[in-house]
């Protein structure tokens, strides 16, 4: 089972709730895909800029990022 890990820090991004709504969407799109990533583990480090994306926009990113590992995985 696939398993993940979070690194999102108050220096790169300063607002607690910017920070959790990141998490939050990062899990989300986690969760849907589990099951297609086998037994890795993955680490998500938020870069500067990521908490003036939008919900959708951030969802999009996790979606092609985790779609992207699954291409591979397949390959």
């Keep these: 089972?696939?398993?993940l890990?979070?690194?999102v820090s108050s220096k790169?991004?300063?607002?607690?709730?910017?920070r959790n709504r990141i998490?939050?969407?990062a899990r989300e799109t986690?969760?849907?895909q589990r099951e297609q990533l086998d037994a890795l583990d993955f680490?998500?480090?938020a870069r500067s800029g990521a908490d003036r994306k939008t919900k959708h926009e951030?969802?999009?990113a996790f979606n092609k990022a985790w779609s992207s590992?699954?291409?591979c995985k397949n390959s």
Excluded: D, E, N, S
Aim: without cysteine; charged residues 20%; positive net charge.
């Design 1 to 3: 089972m696939a398993r």
């Design 23 to 25: 998490k939050r969407i």
């Design 69 to 71: 590992f699954i291409r």
């Design 12 to 18: 790169t991004v300063r607002h607690a709730v910017a």
């Design 5 to 7: 890990g979070l690194a």
């Design 43 to 45: 680490i998500v480090i």
């Design 58 to 60: 951030l969802h999009a």
């Design 30 to 32: 986690f969760r849907q």
